[in-house]
């Protein structure tokens, strides 16, 4: 499985962003997706992620209620829609995949994930 992001760049606090990222080699309906966020000097944070059986999604603290994972099947893509972003959102977010059922879980972290993204900078700031 092959993962290639796009969708980042600069935006000013309260600013919306919609991150994307293809998925090629094979199909991502039974993969459990999820985003991750790097800030400088931090390790990689699960941001959203969401199961493959039946769609359930967990959240960080500090993407609920503001950023939405989702997935189009036909057109093999996962997103991430950020909105009302803050400066402490500013860091390189990768999308990540795995076809374990139990990858996306409340407390999942990066090593759950097998496949990954380039990642996409995302900086907001005014």
């Known amino acids: 499985l092959r993962l290639v992001e796009s969708g980042g760049g600069l935006v000013q606090p309260g600013g919306s962003l919609r991150l994307s990222c293809v998925a090629s080699?094979?199909?991502?309906?039974?993969?459990?997706i999820a985003w991750f966020r790097q800030a400088p000097g931090k390790g990689r944070e699960k941001i959203a992620c969401m199961r493959s059986s039946d769609r359930i999604t967990h959240y960080a603290d500090s993407a609920q209620g503001r950023f939405t994972i989702s997935r189009d099947n036909y057109k093999n893509t996962m997103y991430l829609q950020m909105n009302n972003l803050k400066p402490e959102d500013t860091g390189v977010y990768y999308c990540?995949?795995?076809?374990?059922?139990?990858?996306?879980?409340?407390?999942?972290?990066?090593?759950?994930?097998?496949?990954w993204g380039q990642g996409t900078q995302v900086t907001v700031s005014s």
């Open positions: 080699g094979d199909s991502l309906t039974a993969w459990e």
């Open positions: 990540a995949a795995d076809y374990y059922p139990n990858a996306c879980l409340a407390d999942s972290e990066a090593s759950n994930f097998a496949f």
